[in-house]
Nanobody, 125 residues
Framework: QVQLVESGGGLVQAGGSLALSCTAS????????VAWFRQAPEKERDFVAG????????DYTDAVKGRFTISRDNTKSTVSLQMNGLKPEDTAIYYC??????????????????WGQGTQVTVTS
């Protein structure tokens, strides 16, 4: 199973920016659909953004469209999430996730096989 390690979380004021990074323990990240999820206290883990293994257009949840950008570098086995215009409601633990090889891009948590340990993002008003 692919191991994932996130970094880049922190504390920021509303309107600020943060960049999250996820490093995967595979040299074939190009075979995997990648995504970011987030989980706020006492809430379910929700899809934030993702890119299919075959590249193509990324997908975002409506709440972050125009503010967040997901990208991947298959040569470095990394997935990034640039977050701009942060809002207090973006506060959550953010998780990087991978499907199995050649997996579909989906918001279904159950379709993702590998998860990072999570990184805390806190946005103050």
């Amino acid at each position: 199973q692919v191991q994932l390690v996130e970094s880049g979380g922190g504390l920021v004021q509303a309107g600020g920016s943060l960049a999250l990074s996820c490093t995967a323990s595979t040299s074939r990240l190009d075979l995997y659909t990648v995504a970011w999820f987030r989980q706020a206290p006492e809430k379910e883990r929700d899809f934030v953004a993702g890119i299919k293994w075959s590249e193509g257009s990324p997908d975002y949840t409506d709440a972050v469209k125009g503010r967040f950008t997901i990208s991947r570098d298959n040569t470095k086995s990394t997935v990034s999430l640039q977050m701009n215009g942060l809002k207090p409601e973006d506060t959550a633990i953010y998780y990087c996730a991978l499907t199995g090889p050649l997996g579909l891009l989906t918001s279904d948590v159950g379709e993702y096989r590998s998860w990072g340990q999570g990184t805390q993002v806190t946005v103050t008003s």
